[in-house]
């Protein structure tokens, strides 16, 4: 495992995995997640000649988790990885999320351009920002049980999700997972986000016992609050980036998805995953991996490596 520390940035914590020398490169993962999420990719991109650094994002992990549900904009996350890249004493870095993370470092690439030169997204399309806020969208069009709606309402899916978290953790990142979108991504009435599965299905290939076990120890620690809390800032972030309405992300970019990750084949991301050019003028490449689900950094560590140590080689040399 990759060595590690704690790093106070933007007035919080950060618990960061780090290895390597050279230009800095950042990784963010996102829901339900961690730093080590990152474990194949640290490694190789380091080994590349690159100074990696992943953090737990606030809220998750070992990483401070503020109270309220307002710190968790994307003014704070975004924040969160400007302050830890001047922690680390650089003016420049290049920036890779995933999930969640993915829309951190998109709009870390869009607020900051100084800051970060290049950007890549793994699973969750550029920001483009729609007519209205998301949840008012869902509404109108006569969708009630989208799991955004869910996650809501503070304490109904941290309840759910803290009954036994061995069984919420092997549903969520070992079961169907975000595979199939009518299973996962709409919540059936009295079932909630994990009706849809048992918590006896055998684990993937790609997610070892193990690695199961490091994910579930963490969440038992640290509780589901602060990531949900993520989920409770969608209007809020579409209201605050609205001096941003239409604009692009200009940097060197790249974006990878496995094919059958439902993010990008369900009700928005496969919109999205069909204008990437809009908001990416300078794409250097789209990666949709074939066979590979949403957690596509663990279950295709080889391609995504290769792909992303190109990319980042390509960028830095500019």
Not at 212 to 237: Q, V
Request: overall charge negative; charged content about 20%.
């Amino acid at each position: 495992m990759s060595p590690s520390r704690m790093i106070t940035a933007n007035g919080i914590d950060l618990f960061v995995r780090e290895e390597g020398q050279g230009p800095l490169v950042v990784l963010c993962h996102g829901w339900p997640e961690l730093s080590y999420s990152w474990r194949h990719q640290i490694p190789a991109i380091a080994a590349a000649g690159f100074h990696v650094v992943a953090p737990d994002m606030r809220g998750f992990g070992q990483s401070s988790a503020p109270s309220d549900v307002s710190a968790y904009s994307i003014f704070d996350t975004v924040g969160d990885v400007v302050g830890l890249v001047q922690a680390l004493g650089e003016t420049k870095a290049m920036v890779v999320g995933h999930d969640w993370g993915a829309p951190v470092a998109w709009h870390a690439a869009l607020f900051r351009p100084d800051m970060f030169t290049a950007v890549a997204g793994l699973s969750v399309p550029p920001p483009l920002r729609g007519r209205g806020k998301p949840l008012d969208l869902l509404r109108q069009n006569g969708i009630t049980n989208f799991y955004w709606q869910y996650f809501q309402t503070p304490g109904a899916a941290e309840a759910e999700f803290e009954r036994d978290v061995a069984r919420t953790m092997r549903i969520v990142l070992g079961g169907r997972g975000l595979a199939d979108p009518n299973g996962a991504m709409f919540v059936q009435e009295g079932k909630g986000f994990l009706g849809h599965a048992t918590g006896t299905e055998p684990l993937p290939a790609w997610l070892p016992e193990a690695d199961l076990a490091y994910f579930t120890e963490s969440y038992r620690k640290s509780g589901f609050r602060g990531g949900l809390n993520w989920y409770r800032n969608l209007d809020r972030n579409w209201e605050l980036t609205a001096p941003w309405q239409d604009a692009q992300i200009r940097q060197p970019s790249l974006f990878i998805a496995g094919s059958k990750d439902a993010v990008v084949t369900g009700l928005i991301g496969s919109k999205l995953v069909n204008k990437l050019e809009l908001v990416l003028p300078n794409l250097t490449r789209k990666l949709i991996i074939e066979g590979a689900g949403h957690w596509v950094q663990q279950e295709r560590p080889d391609e995504v490596n290769a792909a992303l140590v190109m990319f980042l080689k390509e960028a830095s040399a500019q």
